[in-house]
């Protein structure tokens, strides 16, 4: 059974830094890409970045393009979402998925190519 589990969410002020991570246990974590979502309140689930299984390619978000950066480490089964000047605008709860398809040669943005999901981490940036 494949089992996400996301930690490093919190409070931040506006222009702070956080880290999130996400380690996975069962099924052949390097064979799949990996990736963030992240949903506010009365707002649908939206991509914030994605790695491929390899790690040579990645993708993010608009509204988070140059801010934002995934990383993963097959080594130790966890990927990484590093976030910089933090805006109260990315307030949500932040979900690690893994893709459905196996080796996947693309970073796939949509949430239903993505079939096992993490509990999710709330970051609250305040103004």
């Known amino acids: 059974q494949v089992q996400l589990v996301e930690s490093g969410g919190g409070l931040v002020q506006a222009g702070g830094s956080l880290t999130l991570s996400c380690a996975v246990s069962?099924?052949?974590?390097?064979?799949?890409?990996m990736g963030w979502f992240r949903q506010a309140p009365g707002k649908e689930r939206e991509f914030v970045a994605g790695?491929?299984?390899?790690?040579?390619?990645?993708a993010v978000g608009d509204s988070v393009k140059g801010r934002f950066t995934i990383s993963r480490d097959n080594a130790k089964n966890m990927v990484a979402l590093q976030m910089n000047s933090l805006k109260p605008e990315d307030t949500a709860l932040y979900y690690c998925?893994?893709?459905?398809?196996?080796?996947?040669?693309?970073?796939?943005?949509?949430?239903?190519?993505?079939?096992?999901w993490g509990q999710g981490t709330q970051v609250t940036v305040s103004s």
């Open positions: 790695i491929t299984w390899s790690g040579g390619s990645t």
């Open positions: 998925a893994r893709d459905s398809h196996w080796q996947r040669s693309y970073v796939d943005v949509t949430t239903r190519k993505y079939n096992y």
């Open positions: 069962g099924g052949a974590f390097s064979c799949y890409g």
